[in-house]
């Protein structure tokens, strides 16, 4: 059965500061990887979504990279901003079901950049 | 991008009785939708897959009798919860695939039952 782990569980930044967030998963036959980002309350805003032949995606001050033989994964936030402040949320696909199967999520990492 | 509205985002029943929750794909048509529940501090767990036109797939320990699974076209899957208790009480969240080469998950806003 997939796992995935979200290290760190919290984190408190200072403004400014970039930061990498770390995700792991147990079983390496995914079909890709997504992560998100969740407000208080809210749904989840899809980040970047990482297929299993790719190493990294990059949008704005974002970057994710994909180990998948060694099942990791890193966020990147570059000069980060108090409205970077939410829970991050990694979820990966299996490759079992060609895409079709439903994701498989980390607990999250609850981030708080401070102004 | 794709939108996934999702109704309501907020509801208070009481115990004994039945919510219904829509998920819509407003930009996109979704032969398969997915249902997630998520207590507080847990991860987003995966109650069932709701394909057009056929039965749902429900993930074990998740009683099929309760969370009554409906998609009945393209855009709109309904999760119902019947004869809610209030350890039914969650965060149900639904998602929509934006199928092609990249597999994309797209999310509702999510719904909060309190049941009483």
């Known amino acids: 059965k997939q796992e995935v782990t979200q290290i760190p569980a919290a984190l408190s930044v200072p403004e400014g500061e970039n930061l990498v967030l770390n995700c792991s998963f147990t079983d390496s036959a995914i079909y890709n990887l997504q992560w998100f980002r969740q407000d208080p309350g809210k749904g989840l805003t899809s980040l970047l979504l990482?297929?299993?032949?790719?190493r990294e995606q990059t949008s704005g001050r974002l970057n994710a990279s994909l180990d998948k033989s060694s099942g990791r994964s890193t966020l990147y936030i570059a000069a980060s901003q108090p409205g970077d402040s939410a829970t991050y949320l990694c979820?990966?696909?299996?490759?079992?079901?060609?895409?079709?199967?439903?994701?498989?999520f980390g607990k999250g990492t609850h981030l708080i950049i401070q102004p | 991008g794709a939108v996934v509205s999702q109704h309501p985002s907020r509801v208070i029943c009481k115990s004994g009785t039945s919510v219904k929750i829509e998920c819509r794909s407003l930009d996109f048509q979704a032969t398969t939708m997915f249902w997630y529940r998520q207590f507080p501090k847990q991860s987003l767990m995966l109650m069932a897959t709701?394909?057009?036109?056929?039965?749902?797939?429900?993930e074990q320990g998740v009683e099929k009798d309760k969370f009554l699974i409906n998609h009945a076209s393209l855009t709109l899957s309904t999760l119902t919860v019947t004869s809610a208790h209030p350890e039914d009480s969650s965060f149900y969240i639904c998602s929509a695939d934006r199928t092609g080469m990249n597999t994309e998950a797209f999310f509702g806003q999510g719904t909060r039952l309190t049941v009483v």
């Open positions: 979820a990966v696909r299996p490759r079992g079901g060609g895409g079709a199967d439903g994701l498989t």
């Open positions: 990482i297929q299993s032949s790719q």
């Open positions: 709701s394909n057009e036109g056929s039965k749902a797939t429900y």
